[in-house]
């Protein structure tokens, strides 16, 4: 696959040459007072193919296509450049549009079967923490429940970045560490059921990266309200995708985050073997992101000040001799073959990007948005997509 593949010193550059194309924006060190747009990034996770999402005669998201891509800039064309070592999978996927690299990770502490990958090149977390005086609150990472590796994408390993400059998470799995532990700090019921609850937390605890500081009293209170609204045995708030899409509304009128990633996953289910699992789940974040844009709008704060970014993880295979057709671990040309729609303050409306685009040119793009440098980016900011 032929790509356009720039260094770092000329992403920099271009990020600057953008800073001044965008109202608000100038060539020189920004204040430390963040005052550029609202992010928000969905990652339409879980792999999904073209043929499902954008093609109209066969797409299961509607909302995608006639309500939202009209606001904005699509690019039918991204792609995930085939090179050694770059794998088409969710960790691998959604580090490349985080960090503007390929490979930019190595495995993190094999404690599980489940591969671990912390990011070695900073995070648009990172990049946008390191720039201005945000607090960690206000830079959400939003993951599923069954998924406690992507905590790892909140911070990387870079000495100039790393843990002082993290997102916080918010998941279900983040919720039962929080609630485990209010348990055994109040001491209450019988012993059996707190010796229980300390080893239900050592399991979970072995699950989540090790050494990251506490979460800050913003999220505990999101906590605190959370079990007082759906209580504590995970019965009555939503779950899977839904529950990210909840997640991330409270997260909207509670923390007032700048910069947001909703990681959903539900596709992927399909790997257990029925092709619907993968349709419905396809509509179901067609739903949820119109939901989120609605509520968006209907924010005083956030609206016309909110910058969208809707981008796949990864593609899928397309083996019409299989009994579910698509997957995505076969590294075939498919799966390579993804999408993205920005809309959004200053983004061009009614446009198709008609041009093969890379997938590590979403983080540059963005962070030139918000006014953070991502020097260390593979590609330059994507200028025309701004109006």
Same mark, same amino acid.
């Given at each position: 696959?032929?790509?356009?593949?720039?260094?770092?010193?000329?992403?920099?550059?271009?990020?600057?040459?953008?800073?001044?194309?965008?109202?608000?924006?100038?060539?020189?060190?920004?204040?430390?007072?963040?005052?550029?747009?609202?992010?928000?990034?969905?990652?339409?996770? &879980?792999?999904?193919? #073209?043929? =499902?999402?954008?093609?109209?005669?066969?797409?299961?998201?509607? @909302? /995608?296509?006639?309500? $939202? *891509?009209?606001?904005?800039?699509?690019?039918?064309?991204?792609?995930?450049?085939?090179?050694?070592?770059?794998?088409?999978?969710?960790?691998?996927?959604?580090?490349?549009?985080?960090?503007?690299?390929?490979?930019?990770?190595?495995?993190?502490?094999?404690?599980?079967?489940?591969?671990?990958?912390?990011?070695?090149?900073?995070?648009?977390?990172?990049?946008?923490?390191?720039?201005?005086?945000?607090?960690?609150?206000?830079?959400?990472?939003?993951?599923?429940?069954?998924?406690?590796?992507?905590?790892?994408?909140?911070?990387?390993?870079?000495?100039?970045? &790393?843990?002082?400059? #993290?997102? =916080?998470?918010?998941?279900?799995?983040?919720?039962?560490?929080? @609630? /485990?532990?209010?348990? $055994? *700090?109040?001491?209450?019921?019988?012993?059996?059921?707190?010796?229980?609850?300390?080893?239900?937390?050592?399991?979970?605890?072995?699950?989540?990266?090790?050494?990251?500081?506490?979460?800050?009293?913003?999220?505990?209170?999101?906590?605190?309200?959370?079990?007082?609204?759906?209580?504590?045995?995970?019965?009555?708030?939503?779950?899977?995708?839904?529950?990210?899409?909840?997640?991330?509304?409270?997260?909207?009128?509670?923390?007032?985050?700048?910069?947001?990633?909703?990681?959903?996953?539900?596709?992927?289910?399909?790997?257990?073997?029925?092709?619907?699992?993968?349709?419905?789940?396809?509509?179901?974040?067609?739903?949820?992101?119109?939901?989120?844009?609605?509520?968006?709008?209907?924010?005083?704060?956030?609206?016309?000040?909110?910058?969208?970014?809707?981008?796949?993880?990864?593609?899928?295979?397309?083996?019409?001799?299989?009994?579910?057709?698509?997957?995505?671990?076969?590294?075939?040309?498919?799966?390579?073959?993804?999408?993205?729609?920005?809309?959004?303050?200053?983004?061009?409306?009614?446009?198709?990007?008609?041009?093969?685009?890379?997938?590590?040119?979403?983080?540059?793009?963005?962070?030139?948005?918000?006014?953070?440098?991502?020097?260390?980016?593979?590609?330059?900011?994507?200028?025309?997509?701004?109006?």
């Amino acid at each position: 696959m032929k790509t356009t593949r720039r260094g770092a010193v000329a992403g920099l550059v271009a990020a600057g040459a953008l800073n001044t194309m965008i109202p608000g924006r100038s060539a020189q060190a920004a204040p430390r007072d963040y005052r550029g747009p609202n992010v928000v990034i969905v990652r339409f996770g &879980g792999g999904v193919r #073209r043929r =499902e999402t954008i093609e109209a005669a066969h797409s299961y998201a509607p @909302r /995608l296509l006639h309500r $939202l *891509a009209p606001r904005g800039v699509l690019i039918p064309d991204l792609r995930i450049e085939q090179l050694d070592g770059v794998d088409t999978s969710h960790a691998e996927g959604t580090l490349n549009i985080l960090t503007g690299r390929y490979r930019a990770y190595r495995p993190g502490p094999a404690r599980t079967v489940i591969p671990r990958l912390e990011p070695t090149e900073p995070t648009l977390f990172e990049m946008l923490r390191r720039a201005y005086d945000i607090p960690a609150h206000q830079t959400l990472l939003i993951n599923g429940e069954d998924r406690p590796q992507e905590e790892y994408f909140a911070y990387g390993v870079h000495r100039n970045h &790393g843990v002082a400059y #993290r997102s =916080e998470v918010l998941s279900l799995h983040r919720f039962k560490l929080w @609630r /485990l532990r209010e348990t $055994l *700090a109040e001491g209450r019921g019988a012993e059996a059921e707190l010796t229980r609850a300390r080893d239900a937390l050592a399991r979970l605890e072995r699950q989540s990266r090790g050494g990251a500081p506490k979460q800050s009293a913003e999220i505990d209170a999101l906590w605190r309200r959370w079990r007082a609204v759906y209580g504590e045995d995970g019965l009555r708030n939503p779950r899977g995708d839904r529950a990210l899409t909840e997640l991330a509304l409270w997260a909207l009128r509670l923390l007032r985050p700048r910069l947001m990633m909703i990681n959903y996953q539900d596709p992927d289910y399909v790997h257990w073997g029925n092709p619907s699992h993968y349709t419905r789940a396809i509509a179901g974040i067609d739903a949820d992101l119109a939901r989120l844009a609605a509520a968006v709008d209907a924010d005083e704060g956030y609206r016309d000040n909110t910058l969208f970014c809707v981008v796949p993880d990864c593609g899928r295979d397309a083996n019409p001799l299989m009994e579910v057709p698509f997957q995505h671990h076969f590294n075939s040309r498919s799966a390579h073959e993804i999408w993205a729609l920005f809309f959004g303050p200053g983004i061009t409306r009614g446009r198709v990007l008609d041009r093969p685009v890379d997938q590590t040119a979403i983080a540059p793009t963005l962070a030139a948005a918000m006014g953070a440098a991502a020097p260390r980016a593979e590609h330059a900011p994507l200028s025309e997509l701004f109006a």
